[in-house]
């Protein structure tokens, strides 16, 4: 479990990194005024918050994240890999049921967090800010509103969560062995990053509308009173308002920042557990046989599907 939590915890960091500028735009676009839209897409409100805010703007509640991702890294891929070990048979729907056991069990973690990451994106800069950082953003929330409240969005996170996990973990795995990706082939890199990218994409995909619902719930009461009951009041509320296109607002910045943060993601994982592996073996295979060098063919590529 040690390697999957170093693999883990560098996959993560390396993710939040590349995609955390893309996350607070999709944030931003999912819950803007429709009456009166700060931003004209994509594109628009990136310029927007360099313009306004300098490039930092595009980080603003990036400690949540990170605060958050050794954790959830570290139950993704160990609870991934210990769900499959227990299914018995590496088969495409056990892929999937053991990706969304990950998935529904970081969000214990992966909900607060990104509620204290939603409120930082959209507080106001300046001395009108209403939080300092992540963790006073939790302790104001806890104090105004207990548990409920930092636990506010839970049930659609679930709900977007434990699926997305299944098909991104399935799409990974699915690939990886289609592409044929071995330690010693020259490509490696570049089929991990193909791999890992198109399985954030899919995953996203899957379940978008639903995390359009969760930022909404999770912003509702924050400039103004609160508007949404529940999930489905939220989505009949949002759909009466402005349609179906609702649900994929956000989406460009999402699919964009998917890519390359997922390809970090699982590429870093899945080199770190390749190697780190290969020298647990030379060690073991040297204190097996006092007195002579182990010289293996090299490491196996070691997937986070097999961990």
């Known amino acids: 479990m040690a390697l999957d939590f170093l693999a883990g915890c560098a996959g993560g960091v390396a993710g939040v990194l590349v995609g955390h500028p893309f996350d607070t735009v999709k944030v931003r676009l999912q819950v803007q005024n ?26 603003k509640g990036l400690g949540s994240p990170l605060m958050g991702l050794t954790f959830i890294n570290a139950l993704v891929f160990g609870v991934q890999g210990n ?23 970081q969000c214990v973690i992966c909900c607060p967090m990104e509620l204290a990451k939603t409120r930082l994106q959209l507080q106001d800069v300046g001395p009108a800010r209403t939080y300092k950082g992540s963790l006073d953003c939790l302790v104001q929330i806890y104090r105004h509103e207990g548990l409920r409240g930092i636990n506010r969005g839970m049930v659609s996170t679930l709900l977007r969560e434990t699926p997305s996990f299944g098909v991104y973990f399935l799409t990974y795995d699915v690939l ?31 379940t978008y509308p639903m995390d359009v619902v969760k930022s909404r719930l999770q912003a509702d009461g924050l400039q103004g009173a609160p508007r949404y009951r529940g999930i489905l009041d939220c ?48 060690q073991l295979d040297s204190e097996a046989v006092p007195g002579t060098s182990a010289t ?8 986070p599907s097999s961990l």
């Not at 360099?50 to 980080?59: F, I, P």
């Not at 044929?180 to 954030?200: F, I, Q, Y």
Request: aromatic fraction near 8%; glycine fraction near 10%; proline fraction near 5%.
């Open 176 to 206: 990886t062995r289609g592409m044929g990706c071995e330690p010693d082939d020259r490509l490696l890199v570049p089929k991990l990053l193909l791999a890992g990218g198109t399985s954030g994409i899919t995953s996203w995909l899957s």
């Open 34 to 59: 429709t009456e009166k839209p700060q931003y004209r897409g994509t594109l628009h409100c990136f310029q927007s918050i360099v313009k306004q805010e300098s490039v930092l703007g595009l980080y």
């Open 235 to 282: 989505m009949r509320q949002s759909y009466q308002a402005e349609g179906w296109r609702v649900f994929t607002r956000g989406l460009a910045s999402t699919l964009l920042r998917a890519f390359p943060v997922n390809a970090a993601t699982f590429a870093t994982v899945t080199v770190v557990l390749t190697y780190t592996r290969g020298e647990e073996a030379v």
């Open 83 to 105: 769900t499959l070990r227990a299914l018995g048979q590496d088969s495409p729907l056990n892929q999937f049921l053991a990706g969304a056991a990950a998935g529904a069990i």
């Open 296 to 303: 293996p063919a090299g490491p196996a590529l070691a997937q």
